[in-house]
């Protein structure tokens, strides 16, 4: 497991969002953040660790970033 990966579980684990908000342990995002994602990049977030999850969140936070 390499340093990102190992990142990518600590947020997840987290019960807070890379927006700040609360969200749920073992969920990437918080409602508002998740929702306001396309439909692709969603589903693409249910992929594991080391099989699509790190693009998948790569791609998220781009276009999350993008927003603020």
């Not at 927006?19 to 994602?37: D, E, I, M, P, W």
């Amino acid at each position: 497991m390499n340093d990102e990966q190992k990142r990518l579980i600590e947020a997840l684990i987290s019960t807070k969002c890379r927006c700040g908000n609360a969200k749920a342990s073992k969920q990437t995002f918080c409602r508002t953040c998740y929702l306001s994602l396309p439909k692709q990049i969603r589903q693409a977030l249910y992929k594991r660790i080391s099989q699509g999850y790190e693009e998948a969140y790569a791609a998220a936070a781009e276009r999350l970033d993008g927003a603020e």
